[in-house]
């Protein structure tokens, strides 16, 4: 009887481990297919931020969903397509409309109407960038008549802060290129944004700064197509190994990332 129940105890084992190495395989393949179906993993970036992408000395892309993006490519066994556009909006549209599988932005009740967000990757504080010699030196300075505050057009900080200044006009940048451009010609006094892309942009601007205080916090998820959301477990694992690994704390640094603290919740 020993022998017996012995020869049935390792026939089960060995059929339960047969299983698990079948449909370990099988699970990621069907994950695969649901997050990147034509078989390539597409990327939505925009240049100038260092939550999406941005360009070391060498001409090295680094960035939040650029670097994150490659990391699920390569987990997924599957290609990366970068796909660039202007600004982020534009990401969150391609997304919505099934052209684009991945990005990570800031993950609104209002955009999450359009794409699924993971967990939090991190948050970032949000602030405001002046010129050199600029005589706003404090928040409390801004809203006055013919303060003029550049945004990304588009962006959270668009729909956001016209509840919050009823004297400054919001004036809507196509992106954060441009709006260092607008500086120069005097069409904006000040920008608004997440900090990490407000001190990309003052390393282009001699003299810039940025004000003390924060006007909130990004809470800055993996964002995907509707549709997809039997995933969203795989994803929060990658995310939270991202974290725990120190591989999100690497990211950050070779992307330049600054003004970024731990993920929180609202």
């Excluded at 600004?87 to 599988?101: E, L």
């Excluded at 004000?211 to 916090?217: K, Q, S, V, Y």
Aim: glycine share 10%; net charge neutral.
């Amino acid at each position: 009887m020993r022998t017996v129940s012995g020869r049935l105890a390792r026939t089960a084992l060995l059929g339960a481990a047969i299983i698990g190495l079948l449909s370990a395989p099988a699970r990621a393949d069907g994950e695969a297919k649901l997050l990147a179906p034509s078989g390539t993993l597409r990327v939505g970036i925009y240049p100038g931020s260092p939550t999406s992408m941005v360009t070391d000395a060498s001409g090295k892309p680094h960035g939040l969903a650029y670097d994150l993006g490659g990391e699920l490519a390569k987990r997924l066994g599957v290609g990366v397509d970068y796909v660039r556009f202007q600004r982020v909006a534009d990401i969150v549209t391609a997304i919505h409309d099934g052209q684009v599988d991945f990005t990570v932005t800031n993950a609104t009740p209002a955009r999450a109407n359009d794409v699924s967000f993971s967990q939090p990757v991190l948050s970032i504080e949000l602030g405001y960038l002046v010129p050199a010699n600029s005589p706003l030196a404090k928040v409390e300075d801004i809203d006055r008549p013919g303060v003029k505050i550049g945004v990304t057009k588009g962006s959270t900080s668009e729909r956001t802060l016209p509840a919050k200044f009823k004297n400054a006009t919001i004036v809507p940048a196509e992106s954060v290129k441009v709006a260092i451009a607008m500086f120069g010609r005097g069409e904006i006094d000040l920008y608004a944004t997440n900090k990490p892309t407000l001190f990309e942009m003052s390393d282009q601007m001699p003299g810039a700064k940025i004000l003390d205080g924060n006007w909130g916090l990004e809470h800055m998820a993996i964002a995907v197509p509707k549709g997809r959301e039997d995933a969203l477990p795989l994803l929060n694992r990658f995310v939270t190994e991202e974290q725990s690994s120190g591989a999100l704390d690497t990211i950050q640094q070779q992307a330049g990332l600054r003004g970024a603290s731990k993920a929180t919740r609202e």
